[in-house]
């Protein structure tokens, strides 16, 4: 098939470009679109089904519920857990704002867990503080975002675009003015001038392929192989935190985590093969992958995620979350290997390097309201080093993107296409 030519593109024009179309992408394109801008969403995929919260997601990590966490601790859990390197602004607005997001996801029909008294059941993962919220449909929470930018309101405002990749993001004059990416399914060019652009792409899950040469080594999906990182850089803005690099513990030879982090509130947690618990907390943090690295590498490996000795009531409920939300294809692996987490504890191995804000602290670097270092282009999401911001962070930087970049209009000058024949 012959390339398309780039001067046959079709150019698109909007106020904001979001690009990316999962949990920061979308609600960048609701608060924008709520302030009055015209919006353009690309998705290199199907927003229906697009982004971390594809499958949905079993709980929030990082709820600061008034009365039972304040934002001062918060703050202090993740710039310990990343060794005091953090913009602690970037933080507080995670820990400020993220309450506010809890309510207004509630609005749109998303549920978290109440107790008996119809206050959030908050529950203890970090070494101090309660942040932890579970979700008991969080499997339907990307439906109903993606039925709030089908209201006809929204449908007036936001247009979107899927099976669009963008390739670059467009600069002129100092400032991002649009992107060119094309069609996944024709090869066609697309042109985009805009007065924002907002990257909202996801992690960068593997830096190459695994060492092993399978996908499944990685933590993240393995198609988050990126894409915003290189757009931010060509288009110069700063990325920081590299150094910070994502490793994780997974389930050995499966594409998913072995989720200390969801069994801990239930009563699992890491052993060595000899029964013994290693780690102070089971939370991520770069003293943990020291601790499961050694330990590992030890002769006291493999390790292990312990559940066999818990009640059937907590297993079946881990089962119900880890085998449905987490990784639908979970349960079916284990079954193919004859294990129960009532006989078998889950054996334990670690991912491949990735970036990603929103396990680590590493990305492109953006201020308290989710500014890149070239003015008009934002990032939010797990691409943007908004150290461990989780769900409710990447909501809220969105949140915060969408707000500052629904000030500008379409830029009107020439774009710059050399930019792309120059790359």
């Known amino acids: 098939m012959q390339i398309p ?78 060794d005091g390197i953090v913009d602690q602004s970037t933080v507080r607005q995670t820990a400020t704002r993220g309450f506010a997001m809890v309510q207004r996801l509630e609005s749109y029909g998303v549920k978290f867990e109440k107790d008996e008294h119809g ?66 399914r024709t090869g066609a060019f697309v042109t985009v001038r805009a007065g924002a652009v907002i990257l909202a792409t996801g992690a960068c899950g593997r830096l190459g392929l695994p060492a092993s040469g399978y996908l499944y080594g990685t933590y ?40 200390a982090y969801v069994a801990n509130p239930f009563g699992g947690y890491q052993v060595n093969r000899y029964g013994e618990r290693f780690v102070d907390s089971d939370y ?30 907590s297993i079946s409920a881990l089962e119900s979350i880890l085998h449905s939300t987490e990784r639908p294809t979970r349960g079916t692996f284990h079954a193919g290997r004859g294990h129960d987490y009532r006989t078998h504890d889950v054996e334990m191995h670690i991912s491949e390097i990735g970036l990603c804000g929103g396990h680590s602290a590493s990305g492109v670097r953006v201020d308290d309201h989710a500014r890149t270092t ?26 915060l993107a969408g707000a500052d970049a629904s000030r500008r209009t379409p830029y009107e000058g020439e774009l710059p296409l050399d930019q792309l024949e120059e790359a």
Not at 38 to 58: N, Q, T, W, Y
């Open 220 to 259: 993240e999906n393995p198609t988050n192989a990126g894409d915003g990182y290189a757009m931010a850089y060509h288009a110069g803005a700063e990325l920081t935190g590299i150094e910070c690099f994502q490793i994780n513990p997974l389930i050995k030879d499966y594409n998913g985590p072995a989720c």
């Open 119 to 184: 206050e959030y059941a908050v529950r203890q993962v970090h070494r101090s503080g309660s942040y932890v919220l579970p979700m008991p449909e969080g499997k339907d929470v990307k439906k109903v975002l993606y039925r709030q930018l089908r209201r006809r309101e929204m449908r007036e405002r936001v247009r979107i675009e899927n099976r669009v990749m963008p390739v670059r993001v467009l600069t002129a004059q100092g400032r991002a003015v649009g992107a060119v990416g094309f069609h996944t």
């Open 5 to 82: 030519a780039l001067t046959d593109a079709d150019e698109l024009v909007c106020d904001v470009l979001v690009i990316g179309g999962g949990t920061a992408g979308t609600m960048a394109a609701l608060t924008a679109a709520e302030r009055g801008a015209d919006v353009l969403l690309l998705e290199k995929a199907h927003v229906r089904h697009s982004g971390a919260l594809a499958m949905g997601m079993d709980g929030v990590n990082n709820a600061v519920v008034p009365g039972r966490a304040e934002p001062d601790d918060y703050v202090a859990e993740i710039t310990r857990a990343n």
């Open 284 to 313: 991520w943090s770069g003293q943990m992958m020291a601790e499961f690295t050694e330990e590992v590498a030890s002769d006291r490996g493999p390790v292990y995620l312990k559940l066999s000795h818990l009640p059937e009531e």
């Open 374 to 399: 070239v003015p008009g282009l934002y990032a939010a999401g797990d691409l943007a080093c908004v150290p461990h911001n989780y769900m409710i962070g990447a909501f809220v930087f969105g949140d």
